[in-house]
């Protein structure tokens, strides 16, 4: 049987939001766990190509890390963003978290110049917490980002996404999967009601 990091779905639009993906719902309450293991933390980098082939091997040989931290984390991620997703706001307490991770990350970042201007990217290196520092990272820009607004909760499973939709209507991590399902339950709702209906 293949593990489901290998197969998960990659609909967040953003890395610190595919992260926050990796269980397997988030509504009504957080389902089943894909990272049950440092081991499953390394599929999942090597899914979404954090690093190059050569630095990732490398950095795979590394004695393992804590994976109640990647979860911490991951957590305090979804926490933020999915309160901002509910309520058009940040709350306090979620930022201070958050910058509780950024705090550590800091000491281990460069200024890098891009074709497009500047950002904070990671000191070259082979660290055990590299990728979390990419993550959080992640988190930091699409906070302080011109996208923020974008980020939604799916209607169907919670999972946190971008929404990259023209008109900024998308409802959910994936037409195929969630949006097929909710309206397969919209259709089996309307169907039963039209039944009901008849029979009085």
Not at 46 to 59: H, N, Q
Not at 88 to 109: R, S
Not at 144 to 151: E, I, P, Q, S, T
Not at 183 to 189: C, D, I
Request: net charge positive.
């Amino acid at each position: 049987m293949s593990d489901p990091i290998e197969e998960i779905t990659l609909d967040g639009g953003w890395l610190c939001l595919d992260f926050t993906n990796t269980v397997s719902t988030r509504k009504p309450e957080t389902g089943g766990e894909y990272l049950r293991s440092w081991a499953d933390f390394i599929l999942w980098v090597r899914r979404v190509g954090l690093s190059g082939e050569a630095e990732f091997l490398a950095w795979q040989r590394l004695p393992p890390g804590e994976i109640s931290e990647v979860r911490a984390l991951r957590e305090a991620i979804h926490d933020l963003f999915a309160y901002r997703a509910k309520h058009g706001a940040i709350h306090p307490a979620h930022l201070d978290t958050l910058n509780g991770f950024l705090h550590e990350v800091y000491m281990h970042t460069i200024i890098c110049a891009t074709e497009t201007g500047f950002r904070r990217g990671v000191a070259d290196g082979i660290h055990v917490e590299k990728p979390l520092w990419l993550i959080a990272l992640s988190a930091e820009a699409l906070l302080l980002g011109d996208k923020l607004h974008r980020v939604k909760a799916c209607d169907n499973c919670g999972w946190l996404f971008l929404d990259t939709s023209k008109n900024g209507t998308r409802r959910w991590c994936n037409m195929l999967t969630c949006g097929s399902q909710t309206k397969a339950k919209a259709w089996y709702h309307r169907k039963k009601e039209a039944e009901s209906r008849k029979g009085k």
